[in-house]
Structures are given as C-alpha cells and as structure tokens.
C-alpha cells in the first residue's frame, strides 16, 4: 500500500493555512503555535527550524521530541473521519493537529483545547 500524499507535503506548506484558517475566526498564529508545541514537544526554535527546513509532515512528526500524552484525550471527526479511529499512528498525529486547530477557529478555549 503507498503512502498518503499528506505525509510527503511539506509542514511548511499547510502551516500558513492552520493560521490563516485561525485568524480568520479572530485567533492568533501564537495561539496556532501554542497548540503545535503542545501536541509535539518542540520548542518555539524547534517549529521554526522545522518550518524553514520545509520537512514533510512525516519528518516533522517523527523528530517531535515529545507527542503529548494527552494527546490521546483528542476526539471528534475531522474531514469525517474520527480521530481516535485512525490506524495509522502519523496520519492519527496529523488528524490531531487538524481537530485542535479546528477547536481553536470555533472558539473554544485554550484550557479546553490543550486537554
């Protein structure tokens, strides 16, 4: 079986687009950030360098230094799917991402959405 397109696409590609769709509900890239260094572990240099190195999502999930335990705790559907269904761990990592972000443009609060 090959592997989704997703996992090959660039971090740096779809990250404008996590922002973009969190300041059009009238969040912020801090708080965008906020929720990918929580699900990952990495610091703020970290998801920089990540970002200027333009690795694939596959690349940027497996040198997170620290998927948050918590992150299990993360359910709901995204794009019809639910999260905590998904057999593959990298797309289950990205499918995270997506709800939090998700969380975060319907409004819901910080302490909510960072479990």
């Known amino acids: ?41 990495y610091d703020a240099a970290g998801l920089e360098r990540q970002i200027r190195d333009k690795v694939d999502f596959d690349t940027f999930f497996a040198q997170a230094p620290a998927m948050n335990p918590n992150a299990a705790l993360i359910k709901g559907v995204v794009c ?25 443009a319907k409004g819901k609060a910080m302490e909510k959405i960072l479990r």
């Open 1 to 41: 079986m090959s592997a989704h397109r997703i996992f090959t696409t660039s971090f740096a590609s779809v990250y404008p687009l996590y922002v973009q769709k969190a300041e059009r509900k009238g969040r912020t890239q801090a708080e965008v950030d906020q929720i990918i260094l929580w699900l990952t572990g």
């Open 80 to 104: 019809g799917v639910r999260v905590e269904d998904v057999d593959d761990p990298l797309m289950q990592k990205i499918r995270y991402l997506d709800k939090l972000v998700d969380e975060l």
